[in-house]
């Protein structure tokens, strides 16, 4: 009988997905060893702890997908608003014994770690807002905003104030997406994107120094204000159509491409595998999101498919910034490339995001069953 669901569950499993999201860690643990190799030391591995590091959180990564997908997403459900009060004060402890590094002060010191809490709050406001409006429909009024608002609005503040603010703005997009999928009115969606647009000129002039000109630097086009995202283009430009090779990029090598293995990761894989492997990575990208998005449409549950639309928002909204900033599209934020920047914070996070929708593929007859019988 045991062995029977079990061969339930590995049926239901969105293996596609699954090869997916390792596919892209895989590109991670390369571009990261490369990002962050010594010249000379190209053939020993097992010498760059960036790799070997990134390596132990993609392990630590599938173990919170796994326990995330087997748990039912009605019990996630229900230990929303535990997550989500948590992942509060954890980023409020920043501002009482964070770790400053840059400026900013946006880390937590753990035993032989440290972790970002502001990355935990994408999944946490996810829970939140998708357990919200599990069982309830959205308010016609535009009072009805006001909750799910606050939801987001008040880590969107406290994540600002360390400051952060590309981490910050990303929770908008998540927020506005899956208000409109609870089936929120499309005119006091507006309304509350152009009050955010009209507040933005009272958030430029309340920035950081250093904020305030990577934003001039993108307007004006100035190659000081703008040096980093300069240095990118470079990168990406001498790529040409294949690249120059992998651990061949001289920005790389030569140390003139900026937080290479983190922000800039994008840049480093351009440079060294040209315009063919930055296409080839982001089809993968798109597939991935595809492939998520179809993974719950025809779940009845409202629900998993609020959680699938959470995380595809996400994990969309962070290629698209994370990439246009380093093609100068876009100013510098600071956003990682899901799956693929160095750093634990954030595998942790993409991997829970990746249990959520796998769970809802998991659990979905189970799911529709308890929804049917409510109904009745």
Request: net charge positive.
């Amino acid at each position: 009988m045991t062995s029977d669901v079990g061969l339930v569950f590995l049926r239901r499993v969105n293996w596609p997905l699954v090869f997916l999201a390792g596919a892209l860690m895989a590109i991670g643990v390369g571009a990261v060893l490369s990002a962050s190799h010594v010249p000379g030391d190209a053939g020993d591995f097992l010498i760059n702890d960036f790799a070997q590091r990134q390596l132990f959180w993609i392990a630590g990564g599938l173990a919170v997908a796994l326990v995330v997908a087997l748990v039912p997403y009605a019990t996630w459900g229900r230990l929303s608003w535990v997550i989500y009060v948590a992942a509060i004060l954890l980023v409020a402890a920043v501002f009482l014994f964070g770790v400053s590094r840059g400026g900013a002060r946006r880390w937590l010191r753990l035993p032989y770690m440290l972790i970002q809490p502001s990355e935990f709050v994408k999944i946490a406001l996810i829970l939140a807002l998708a357990h919200f409006y599990r069982d309830r429909p959205h308010g016609r009024l535009l009072a009805a905003l006001a909750p799910p608002l606050f939801l987001a609005g008040l880590p969107m503040v406290l994540i600002a104030l360390q400051p952060d603010l590309g981490t910050a703005l990303v929770l908008l997009p998540v927020t506005l997406a899956m208000l409109f999928a609870a089936g929120a009115s499309k005119r006091h969606l507006a309304a509350t994107l152009l009050a955010c647009v009209a507040l933005s000129p009272l958030l430029y002039f309340n920035l950081k120094p250093y904020q305030r000109e990577r934003i001039t630097g993108f307007l004006d086009g100035s190659v000081e204000k703008a040096y980093q995202q300069y240095q990118s283009k470079v990168a990406i430009g001498s790529g040409g159509l294949l690249g120059k090779g992998y651990m061949q990029g001289t920005q790389n090598i030569l140390e003139y491409l900026p937080e290479r293995h983190t922000d800039f990761i994008f840049s480093t894989i351009a440079e060294e595998w040209g315009l063919v492997g930055g296409l080839i990575l982001l089809a993968l990208y798109f597939a991935f999101l595809a492939t998520a998005t179809l993974s719950v449409y025809f779940n009845r549950d409202r629900m998993a498919r609020l959680l699938a639309v959470g995380v595809v928002t996400l994990f969309a909204t962070q290629l698209t910034v994370n990439v246009g900033m380093t093609l100068g599209l876009m100013p510098i934020t600071g956003l990682t490339l899901p799956f693929i920047s160095y750093g634990g914070s954030s595998l942790l996070t993409s991997s829970a995001g990746l249990g959520l929708v796998l769970g809802a593929g998991l659990h979905r007859r189970s799911s529709v069953a308890a929804t049917e019988k409510d109904d009745a």
